[in-house]
């Protein structure tokens, strides 16, 4: 069975793999760049380098395959490790050291909780299980609502970690971190930086779909395919230079069905349910990491909120798909996009001020 699911999980990470390639050689043809495809971080790693035939491939794929799987069995939200140790921590009361690996991903997140009005919060990792999304393929039953109710009547906070330098401490005993709207964009930071460090100048790092950029391929743009949440085939294609990182969340990514009803990962910490109004939420920044957040963080806005989390997460970038098929997406970005369906789009500023949408 463990088999059959890895099966399964591979082949829908290799079809995302394979729109984004299929977008990126029509900018840049497939003879001008090299290919590395490995696993790593619980996902597909494809790395595009430029040009063809200048890097050493296999010394490549060692040092990012070794670092990613480091980084992936530290940040690990139910298998051992230190994330695992740092939640056995947390949730006794007392102060201890905290691991080297966790400690930014801790002090990001109490950040970013902060700026989203707790619309990002990586303290509700228990909320998360209680989902049936710790194991490697989800399913149900979901949570008792009376649980969930209870929970939400006091949540765990990213607030409830103090920390003391590098020494920290709990102060809720339904304290459990998940860093799964966090991790994958500090890890492809991290990807693109032992290319860098090996003398790469032109690459793309994707994981599983969400990817940065570095440099550009003979002084052309990279062209990045969004997928359509309405189906396996691409809605878009978008523009990138380099130092862009391009990040999505959506309903279709992790979940399952239960009752006839579609339940997906993104959690709402305001009801503790699947989050609703959006089909996915796309992100470009400079930073990989605001990106991975903010993508969540719009899922969970909804269709009327996401511009002004957008605004208050300094994004100019974004587009968000509606469960009708139709887009909205801010001004900034409406002139990279190319759609390659037929579909109603609205531009919507990223303001909190009422009547600037058009």
């Not at 990514?253 to 910490?269: A, F, N």
């Not at 974004?318 to 098929?325: E, H, R, S, T």
């Not at 909205?328 to 990223?350: D, Q, Y």
Request: charged share 20%; proline share 8%; with cysteine.
């Amino acid at each position: 069975m463990t088999s059959t699911v890895a099966g399964i999980q591979r082949v829908r990470a290799c079809l995302v793999a394979l729109l984004f390639l299929l977008l990126v050689a029509g900018c840049a043809p497939r003879s001008d760049t090299d290919r590395l495809t490995f696993h790593a971080f619980g996902t597909l790693i494809d790395i595009t380098l430029y040009p063809a035939g200048a890097h050493d491939l296999a010394r490549l794929e060692s040092a990012l395959s070794a670092d990613l799987d480091s980084m992936h069995n530290a940040w690990h939200a139910w298998r051992p490790g230190s994330l695992g140790r740092t939640n056995e921590l947390l949730v006794l009361g007392g102060e201890f050291s905290a691991p080297p690996s966790v400690l930014p991903l801790i002090e990001r997140a109490q950040e970013l909780e902060v700026v989203t009005d707790g619309l990002f919060n990586p303290a509700l990792g228990r909320l998360v299980a209680a989902w049936g999304f710790h194991q490697d393929e989800p399913a149900g039953p979901p949570p008792d609502p009376e649980w969930i109710a209870d929970l939400l009547a006091d949540p765990p906070r990213m607030a409830d970690i103090e920390r003391r330098g590098v020494r920290l401490r709990g102060h809720h005993p339904e304290l459990q971190l998940d860093f799964g709207g966090l991790a994958k964009g500090l890890a492809v930071a991290r990807g693109l930086e032992v290319l860098t460090e090996l003398g790469v100048e032109h690459a793309i790092v994707n994981a599983g779909g969400d990817l940065m950029t570095l440099g550009r391929p003979g002084h052309r743009p990279w062209r990045i395919g969004v997928r359509d949440p309405h189906g396996a085939r691409v809605l878009a294609s978008i523009e990138l230079g380099g130092g862009e990182a391009l990040f999505t969340s959506g309903d279709y990514e992790r979940g399952y069905d239960w009752e006839g009803q579609r339940i997906h990962h993104v959690i709402d910490p305001r009801s503790g349910r699947p989050s609703q109004g959006l089909a996915a939420a796309t992100v470009l920044h400079a930073d990989p990491a605001l990106a991975d957040a903010a993508a969540t963080t719009l899922m969970i806005a909804g269709p009327e909120a996401w511009p002004s989390h957008a605004r208050k997460l300094g994004v100019e970038l974004a587009m968000v798909v509606l469960p009708d098929g139709s887009v909205e997406l801010t001004p900034a970005l409406e002139p990279r996009v190319v759609f390659e369906r037929e579909t109603v789009r609205r531009v919507r500023v990223a303001s909190a001020t009422p009547g600037m949408d058009r």
